[in-house]
Each structure stands twice: as C-alpha cells, then as structure tokens.
C-alpha cells in the first residue's frame, strides 16, 4: 500500500503529506496515492544554507580586516580595501536577499541586484580615483540590461505579461537619472544614457500599442481609474 502524497506537476517531485501547495515553487498540488519518491527535507537545506552564509560572513570579515591592515601599511594612494569590503558585502547580501529570501519576487530581487551591481562599480571606479566611466556606461548599461530582460520575462511569463507595466514605467524613471546628471557635468557621455532612455519608452509604448485593452485596463487598475 502506497503513502498518500501531494505531487507537484512543475516541480515533478512528490510531497509525503497532503499539503495543497508545494514548498520550492507555490503552485497547487495534487493528491497522489502511488508515489513512492518522498520530498526531501528543505528544512535541513535551508539550514545548511543559512549556516554557510554566516560562515562566509565571518570569514570575509576576519579577512577584510587583515587587508585594511595591509592596505593602511603598505599605504600606495588608493584605498583598494574598500573594494574589496564592498565586493565582500555585495556577496552577503547576494546570498542573503536573493538566494535565502523567499519573500521577495524575482522581479524585485533583479531590481536590488543590479542597482547594488552598478552602485558598487560606481564605488570601484571614485576609490581608483573616478574617471566617470561607471556613470557615463556602467549605469546607462544596467538600465539596459534590465529593460532586455523585462521584455524576456514577458515572452516566458505570456499570460500574465501586463503584470510588468509598472515595471516598465518605473524604468522610464530610472532611465532619466543619467540624462538629469548631464546638466551638473555628471554624465559626460550623452549616447548611450540616450539610448537606456529611449529603450525604456519604446518598451513602454510597445507594450501599450500591442497589448492594447488588456494594457490599458491593467494601467486602469494600478493607477485606480475608472
């Protein structure tokens, strides 16, 4: 006689009690009475997990603290151990925010993780002694990067595409910041923060023009007009 199990159609594994909703990915279950491949304990995953990331956070810190102690000593005119505490932070919350956090949806982890990507080049390139190329590229790059993969996640995510508008208009907001850093001589470089921008609208108005009703009633009801 068989165990009475739920199964999982998009994980493709089965659940030893009746659980309606699967652990790994939220989608409803079913009931399975035949199955003879129990889930796995997660539980003892996530530990394991959680146990390495605190781990690493010790060891970068004991290793951070003996590279400012080398970098202070050996003093050549560049604070490079700011870098490398940085790089070292980035990788925590890397771990922490993205991979350990079930609460955050994915598109807010893309968001956090390239505004901190970009913000820590930004950081690499003021303590080498700034020459402008992380704003003048860099920024307008992730901006771009991100609108590529709204218009990726929208073909994979068809039923639900019109979820990504606001998305999409805050990206338009994003996207002027480098063209505003312009008048105080921030961004020298005008073309491709030209472009981050001009890739940002076109997504937008794309997503209008083809999605059509269900756009507009999508942009209805975030914005609670009738």
Known sequence: MGYIMSRCRQ???????????CPLCKCVTEQDENGE?????????????HLAVRIFLFIAIIVEVLLV??????FHG????????????????????VILNDNAGYRSKLLTLTFFGVAYVILIDYVIGYHGWSVNFVLPGGLLF???????????????WQSYIMLEIFMIIL???????????????????G???SVSIFVFLGT???????????????????
């Not at 209008?208 to 009738?226: N, P, S, W, Y």
Request: aromatic share 16%; charged share 25%; net charge positive.
């Open 11 to 21: 994980c493709g594994i089965n659940i030893l009690d009746k659980t309606e909703i």
């Open 195 to 197: 472009i981050a921008f």
């Open 146 to 160: 991100v609108d590529t993969a709204i218009v990726l996640l929208m073909f994979i995510n068809r039923r639900n």
């Open 69 to 74: 102690y080398l970098n202070q000593k050996f």
């Open 37 to 49: 491949n129990m889930y796995p304990d997660i539980r003892f995953r996530s530990r394991n997990l």
């Open 175 to 193: 996207s002027a910041i480098p063209l505003l850093l312009m008048k105080f001589d921030i961004v020298t470089e005008t073309l491709i923060s």
């Open 208 to 226: 209008l023009i083809i999605g059509d009703r269900r756009a507009r009633v999508e942009l209805k009801r975030r914005f609670h007009v009738r």
């Open 78 to 97: 560049v604070w490079w151990s700011f870098i490398t505490g940085a790089g070292f932070a980035y990788i925590y919350f890397v771990a922490r925010f």
